[in-house]
Structures are given as structure tokens and as C-alpha cells.
């Protein structure tokens, strides 16, 4: 069973530009969310999709968003880019959505969208 | 507020010997989850244990919670080189989204 897939792994930006991550989840997993990892803040949660829905939001500007298709396929996209923007994006992939209390199960990650914007 | 923290920040230990990494956090939960990653790669899930759960095994891996206390921990016995990377912890609580402590960097030393 092929993993999470993110591409692309690197990508270099210049600050005021924008950006679009890509997330392929595992088959069969419609819950899609997305983590910023810097060393200053940790692992940060962006966002959730569920069944092309947004499920739930972290505390995130709006240049911020995301989206997903009905193949479960996901985007995200910052827009008019900061230095502080640099940071590890991270994908993850589950059967339930995260907010599923009890029936929550494990989150399987991508390798990641190393972004540094210059 | 961060519900996970992870103590210490930073452990290095020779192979061998046992690590033990502890999870503090503030709400009531659901399950905590405990995942490593490797320097600038994507988190790999551990184990995951219930509220109604106070030890699970894997392997290596012996992971405990005390919901009185509000804290858990994962113990790896005998560890090896390969066993280098950040160690996080990872709170379930109803109606809240995962949420990740900041983590413990462990070294084993050959």
C-alpha cells in the first residue's frame, strides 16, 4: 500500500509570492490534514478536510488555505509569502477525522514540503 | 495552550541502555499517541494508548498513563543507534484536533 505522498519535497521562494503544496493520502483514507513544523513553534495544526469539507481550522492567517478533491487528493496554498513561512509542511492522512474523540485513530505523515522563502 | 509537553528536551544516552520520555498535558482525553521522526522527515505513528489504558507494549516500546496525573510515558529498552530522532507525544481529546508537544531529541551513542 503506497504511503502519503507530498510533493515537492523542496522548494525555494522569494517573500510577496505564493505557494501550493500537494498531498496524496493513502488509499482509502478521506481525512486529510496538514501541520507546519518550525524549531521555534513545534508542530503546528493548520488544518482539516474531511470528505471535501474543511473539518477544522488552527490559528493561522487567512493567507492560509487548503482545499481537497473528491479522489481525497489535497492542496494547500500561502499566499503573498513571509520569511517566517519557512518550515517543514506536513500532510498527514487517516481513516476518521482527528475530532472523532474515541474512535480517533493514528495520523500517517508524509515526508514533507521543506519550504524556505528568501 | 499546548496540551502535550514532552520531558526532557533533550536526552543522550549510550546503546544499550533504556530511554524513558515523559508527556505532560491538560485536558481530558481521549487516547495519546506517541510518534518519532527522524531529523527533517515525516512523523511515524508508535503506539497509541486509551484513556481506559494504563500500560501498552510494543516491541521495544513500553508506553504508560496516568490520567489522575495527567502525564504518560514511553520507555525504549535496549536502545540502539537506530533509535536517534525526536520523540512527540500527541493528545486526542474530543471535538479538538490532534495536538503535538514539542518534542524530545534522543541520541544514542554507539
Known amino acids: 500500500k503506497a504511503g502519503v505522498t507530498q510533493t515537492p519535497r523542496y522548494l525555494i521562494k522569494t517573500r510577496g509570492q505564493q505557494v501550493t503544496l500537494s498531498c496524496s493520502p493513502i488509499?482509502?483514507?478521506?481525512?486529510v490534514s496538514w501541520y507546519q513544523q518550525t524549531p521555534g513553534q513545534g508542530l503546528q495544526f493548520l488544518f482539516e478536510?474531511?470528505?471535501?469539507?474543511?473539518?477544522n481550522k488552527g490559528n493561522f492567517p487567512g493567507r492560509f488555505s487548503g482545499r481537497q478533491f473528491s479522489n481525497s487528493r489535497s492542496e494547500m496554498n500561502v499566499s503573498t509569502l513571509e520569511l517566517g513561512d519557512s518550515a517543514l509542511y506536513l500532510c498527514a492522512s487517516s481513516r476518521t477525522p482527528g475530532t472523532s474523540g474515541a474512535n480517533t485513530g493514528e495520523l500517517f505523515f508524509g515526508e514533507g514540503s521543506r519550504l524556505t522563502v528568501l | 495552550s499546548q496540551q502535550g509537553e514532552e520531558d526532557p528536551q533533550a536526552l543522550s544516552i549510550q546503546e544499550g541502555e533504556n530511554a524513558t520520555m515523559n508527556c505532560s498535558y491538560k485536558t481530558s482525553i481521549n487516547n495519546l499517541q506517541w510518534y518519532r521522526q527522524n531529523s527533517g522527515r515525516g512523523l511515524v505513528h508508535l503506539i497509541l494508548i486509551r484513556s481506559n489504558e494504563r500500560e501498552k507494549h510494543s516491541g521495544r516500546l513500553r508506553v504508560t498513563l496516568d490520567t489522575s496525573k495527567k502525564s504518560s510515558s514511553l520507555l525504549i529498552t535496549a536502545s540502539r543507534a537506530a533509535d536517534t530522532a525526536s520523540y512527540f507525544c500527541?493528545?486526542?481529546?474530543?471535538?479538538?484536533?490532534?495536538?503535538f508537544g514539542p518534542g524530545t531529541r534522543l541520541s544514542v551513542l554507539p
Open positions: 500527541a493528545t486526542v481529546a474530543s471535538g479538538q484536533n490532534f495536538v
Open positions: 488509499s482509502g483514507h478521506r481525512s
Open positions: 478536510y474531511f470528505s471535501e469539507t474543511q473539518r
